[in-house]
């Protein structure tokens, strides 16, 4: 019997945990954490270390497919991706470029080369439609980075942390939410040394069970109760006037708009007491050096970009910012940061520069193109209606909000095809589905994590961490699977079109496109050490340098300096802007109808998203994790709750919302908030499927509407927060 171990990195989801696979007479048999790695410090989730079952999971597809008359036949990638490329460019000839779009889901993401191949793919046919799961996630976060600006220096992180105030987002479980690598540990040792921790959630979430405070809210309110808390540090003079002075804009009008949302106000409708509201603020307000992490509840219950932005302002206020001559540790190692000035970038507009759709006046803003739209832009007739869709690494079916629709849309189109490893509910709708290589069998780096540390507080790593991984496992017998990248440099080629790759290695869109490489398509198809060198270009550690070094493959601190922060030119132009006037309005309107609009006595409860340690999105509902935890889809239901519907726990119960109505199995939680029910997304049927509430579950993005109740900037609707009523199903 022989036995090794081989480093790997997960791409499970974006936290790309450096793991060590244990093999047996060559075969992997276990995946656990690594003590050793200096960032994730023995760390895995269930899904990591059920990563060596994930790679035979009956679903797993060994073969790409074609839908046939009999229902799909196996298919060479080879051909399926000439066969696509023909049908991509008939479509191009009738209907134009932006007949073709792409949808790239969280798994494009946390596969760099696929991403870049694909939006290169998508620039050599000259469409401009491009869409990401950005703005159906949090896309309040980059229409902020806009309005408000970027602090160059950066935020602290939480070794330096005397406070975090963490709003609709648990890291515990999710892994995003800035409590970095290994968030248990790391929030055990902050709160060893005397952080405090103050959690607004409707639920009593396994984050919200170390805080120090915790308003148990009610969702939908994030932006009153963020106004009320900038009201009360104001107030109560808890503001650092020098930094509002010299850093920021629009301090007066931010002041005067506040002032409506007063403790008393606010506590009538967002389910906390005055008394709560005023402890968060002084909270808040003694902290030094603190964070605030917003995550995708607030994103998704109808103010996401206000609450965002005010989360900002908040840290603004208090210059909650790194400091000249303060060091920055996480210096970059296979992607560049902002450079380490001690100022605030400027405000910058959130759209009116790039393609504007035809429906609902939405068009593209820094979170991209809205999602939320695009099931009508395949919908509506006439010029530059989509007719081809790609989707990589996601699953429209079981995550779009308007399920309802988005089925009609995949049915209406001419080409739908999906690059994932399994048939999914998009899969079985569409013309092919794209088995690609996964994990064990591909090289990736840590650099995905990496680049996000740009776009969250507190996101990515706290220092130069980085990490490399080359396949370890061969691709299963007779199979036949590719990388995405592989797939549309082949549509490429058949299209006679050169592929132009810009790096990833860079925050700024303009400075990685001038760090461009042409992959020709009359060439062979480049070695994988290429890809990724060409995918890495510019960045601060060669990808190729860094592979010399065995540790590399283990994960490690690279040797790199700290930046000291430098203090701003004199004539520096920008500033952080804490009165930016599309906020300042939204504080107007939202102060104008105070509460929102009164829930209508049909709907009386509130169906919240919330996500489960064992799946991922609509992915990982195999895992042997998860049946053993989980064995249903839950509805969380507080049994207060349930005892008013007349239900019992186990019950099968059916949520309408004004839109439809799903069936789910009740589970009775305390830690839920009275009025909401807790459902997680990316489960269910499709519609024309018969409802299956104990094997599949129900589908939330059945209960939305996505022309109704949409941000306007971004186009997301209310995907949490979503008005329901409950009963039992007999
Ligand atoms: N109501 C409601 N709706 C939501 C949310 C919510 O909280 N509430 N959350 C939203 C959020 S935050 C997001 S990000 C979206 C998610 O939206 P999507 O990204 O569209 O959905 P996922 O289920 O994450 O789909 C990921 C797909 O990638 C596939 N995959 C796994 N590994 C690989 C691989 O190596 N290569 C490829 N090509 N594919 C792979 C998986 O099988 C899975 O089908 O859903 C959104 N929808
Ligand atoms: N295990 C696991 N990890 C994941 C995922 C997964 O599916 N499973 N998905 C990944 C993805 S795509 C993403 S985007 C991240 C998301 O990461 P998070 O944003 O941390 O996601 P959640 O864990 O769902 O936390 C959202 C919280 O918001 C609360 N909430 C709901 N509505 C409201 C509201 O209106 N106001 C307030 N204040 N709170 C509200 C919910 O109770 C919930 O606790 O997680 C990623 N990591
Ligand atoms: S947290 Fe994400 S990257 Fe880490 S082991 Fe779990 S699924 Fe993999
Ligand atoms: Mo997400």
């Not at 023995?42 to 229902?71: V, W």
């Not at 380490?340 to 520069?353: D, M």
């Not at 804490?578 to 309107?589: N, R, T, V, Y």
Request: contains cysteine.
């Amino acid at each position: 019997m022989s036995l090794e171990q081989k480093h790997v990195i997960c791409r499970a989801c974006h936290a790309q945990c450096g793991l060590i696979v244990d093999f047996k007479d060559g075969k992997p048999v276990a995946t656990h954490g690594n003590k050793d790695n200096p960032a994730y410090a023995g760390f895995s989730c269930s899904k990591g270390r059920d990563l060596q079952n994930y790679h035979s999971y009956p679903s797993r597809l060994k073969h790409s497919l074609k839908k046939s008359s009999g229902g799909y036949d196996d298919y060479e990638w080879k051909t399926a991706a000439k066969e696509m490329a023909k049908k991509i460019k008939l479509i191009i000839n009738e209907h134009g470029p932006d007949s073709v779009a792409l949808y790239i889901g969280t798994f494009g993401y946390n596969t760099f080369p696929s991403h870049a191949f694909a939006l290169a793919f998508m620039k050599a046919i000259k469409s401009q439609m491009i869409f990401t799961s950005v703005t159906i996630d949090q896309p309040g976060k980059a229409i902020t980075a806009a309005l408000h600006g970027i602090w160059l220096a950066g935020g602290y992180r939480h070794k330096e942390w005397d406070g975090l105030l963490i709003m609709g987002s648990n890291p515990l479980v999710s892994m995003l939410g800035g409590v970095g690598a290994n968030p248990a540990k790391n929030l055990h040792e902050a709160k060893k040394r005397g952080m405090k921790l103050i959690v607004i959630d409707p639920r009593v979430t396994e984050t919200a069970k170390q805080a120090d405070l915790h308003l148990q809210c009610n969702p939908g309110y994030d932006g009153e109760i963020l106004a009320c808390i900038i009201r009360t540090i104001i107030q109560e003079d808890y503001h650092d006037k020098d930094f509002i002075k010299k850093e920021t804009k629009g301090f007066s009008d931010l002041v005067e708009a506040v002032q409506p949302f007063t403790p008393k106000k606010v506590s009538e409708f967002a389910g906390v007491t005055e008394e709560e509201l005023v402890e968060a603020a002084r909270l808040y307000g003694s902290f030094k050096k603190a964070d605030i992490s917003l995550g995708t509840g607030p994103n998704m219950s109808g103010a996401g970009n206000l609450s965002e932005y005010l989360g900002k302002v908040i840290m603004s206020l208090m210059g909650h910012w790194r400091r000249e001559g303060e060091l920055k540790e996480n210096v970059g190692v296979f992607v560049n940061g902002f450079p380490p000035i001690a100022a605030g970038s400027g405000s910058t507009p959130a759209t009116g520069f790039g393609k504007k759709l035809r429906v609902r006046d939405l068009e593209e803003s820094t979170a991209g193109l809205p999602t939320g739209a695009l099931a009508d832009e395949i919908l509506t007739p006439g010029k530059g209606q989509v007719k081809a869709l790609l989707v990589l690494g996601g699953n429209p079916m079981l995550a779009w909000p308007d399920q309802i629709k988005t089925f009609k849309a995949m049915k209406k189109l001419e080409l739908l095809a999906c690059f994932d490893p399994r048939k999914t509910k998009t899969g079985i709708l569409s013309d092919y589905i794209i088995a690609p290589k996964i994990h064990y069998e591909r090289y990736s780096t840590s650099a995905p994590n990496e680049l996000l540390g740009n776009f969250g507080n507190g996101w990515g790593y706290e220092d130069t961490y980085g990490q490399i991984c080359d396949p370890i496992l061969d691709v299963p017998e007779g199979s036949n699977l590719c990388e995405e990248q592989e797939f549309f440099y082949e549509m490429a080629k058949e299209l006679g079109l050169n592929l132009t790759i810009n790096s990833m290695a860079f925050v700024d869109p303009n400075v990685a496109s001038q760090n461009q490489t042409i992959i020709k398509t009359d060439e062979p198809f480049p070695d994988p050490i290429s890809i990724w060198e060409a995918i890495l270009k510019g960045s601060p550690v060669s990808y190729v340098e860094a592979r010399k070094d065995p540790d590399s493959f283990k994960g490690k601190r690279f040797d790199r300096k700290p930046d000291i922060i430098q203090k701003k030119p004199d004539d520096w132009p920008g500033y952080l802007n804490i009165g930016h006037p599309i906020m300042i309005s939204k504080l107007k309107e939202i102060s104008l109808k105070f509460g929102g609009s009164p829930i209508a006595d049909a709907f009386p409860f509130r169906l919240i998203s919330r996500r489960l340690k064992d799946a991922l999105n609509s992915a990982w509902h195999e895992s042997s994790s998860l049946k053993k935890r989980l064995p249903h889809h839950p509805a969380y239901i507080n049994p207060s709750d349930m005892l008013k519907v007349g239900i019992n726990d186990g019950d099968l119960v059916e949520i309408t919302s004004e839109r439809s109505s799903i069936k789910c199995k009740s589970y009775s939680a305390v830690d839920v908030k009275v009025g909401c029910l807790a459902v997680p997304h990316g489960w269910g049927t499709n519609p024309d499927e018969e409802d299956d509430p104990i094997n599949s579950g129900g589908n939330t993005g059945r209960l939305s509407f996505n022309d109704k109740n949409f941000d306007p900037i971004t186009g997301i609707p209310i995907m949490s927060a979503i008005p329901v009523k409950l009963s039992k199903l007999n």
